[in-house]
């Protein structure tokens, strides 16, 4: 039997995004090129990722889906390199793409649909016992930032999250393979994830890895007083970071590793020191 989530990947632990895709809200088109992409991951790993999210599929807000074969002929020439070699998840919502990507060696299925997009993907991850990443997402991403509301954010997406939880382990996937994520900035607007992110305990309270994404998210710009911004930089994400941490979050989904795994080790030895 295979370990669970928090033995395999201890908290906290950094997830490196890689992208493979033109268009990426922070990092598009930089990875393209597969040697380019494989020498990223690498570097990623070496400088503290205990995992690395390869995506060939954007889901900034306003953007359009590809096709699976599009998303295939994106992954997988990086995917035959790295995936055998190093811990690496796969950013989709298609069960084809999944299947691939676990053949090749992905250990975790990140689905930003939470099993909503495709009806087979909840048999691709129980069948190869892959971990699996659940998010909350409010519409789809061409719509989801036209005027979000909430009765209240956190209530909703733990609601959310614990329905998502029961259809996968309904659907034969163990709960402990199961990490839930607030899906910072998908149909949210800055105090929404700004109250997700102060209010983090309440979701960790459902008894799951939290997983958070504010890596360079436009909420972090806008914060900074550009409200036209589309990203945030480095620094401001690891102010969310340590924020997610401080409630309770144990994977960090990030586009600038060393920096996050420098500073959430130095957050952990404080927590070490007052417990
Ligand atoms: N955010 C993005 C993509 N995938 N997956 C999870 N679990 N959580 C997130 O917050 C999350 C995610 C968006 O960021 P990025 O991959 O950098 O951009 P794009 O979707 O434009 O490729």
Redesign the pocket.
């Known amino acids: 039997m295979a370990q669970p989530l928090e033995e395999r990947f201890p908290r906290p632990a950094v997830v490196g ?1 890689l ?1 493979v ?1 033109p ?6 088109g930089a990875h393209v090129d597969p040697a380019v992409a494989v020498a990223a991951a690498r570097r990623m790993v070496a400088e503290g990722a205990a995992l690395v ?1 390869v ?1 060939g599929e ?3 807000p306003g ?1 359009h889906g590809v096709t699976a074969d599009e998303e295939l002929r994106r992954v997988v020439p990086v995917l035959e390199q790295i995936a055998g070699e190093l811990p690496v998840s796969i ?1 989709t919502a298609k069960a084809e793409v999944a299947r691939r990507a676990l053949e090749l060696g992905a250990v975790l299925v ?1 689905d ?1 649909t939470a099993l909503r997009g495709d009806p087979e993907l909840a048999g691709v991850v129980a069948e190869h016992g892959a971990y699996l ?1 659940l ?1 909350h997402m409010r519409g789809e991403p061409r719509t989801m930032q036209d005027d979000p509301r909430y009765d209240d954010v956190v209530a909703d997406v733990k609601r959310f999250l614990e329905e998502r939880l029961a259809f996968a382990t309904a659907s034969g996937i163990a709960a402990e393979r199961i990490a839930l ?1 607030p ?4 149909g949210k607007t800055v105090d929404h994830n700004l109250e997700l992110l102060a209010r983090l305990d309440e979701l960790t309270a459902l008894g799951r890895p939290i ?3 504010a ?3 436009r909420f972090l710009g806008r914060v900074l007083g550009d409200p036209e911004a589309l990203t945030g930089p480095a620094t401001a994400s690891v102010a969310a970071a340590l924020v997610a941490y401080h409630g309770g979050a144990s994977l960090f ?1 990030v ?1 600038d590793v060393r920096e996050h795994v420098e500073a959430l080790a130095a957050a952990a030895a404080h927590e070490w020191a007052a417990a």
């Open positions: 995004v992208n895709t268009d990426s809200f922070s990092d598009g999210d995506g954007s889901t900034r953007s950013d990140n930003v990443c998010m994520d899906g910072i900035g998908f997983l958070v994404g890596s360079r998210k989904r586009h």
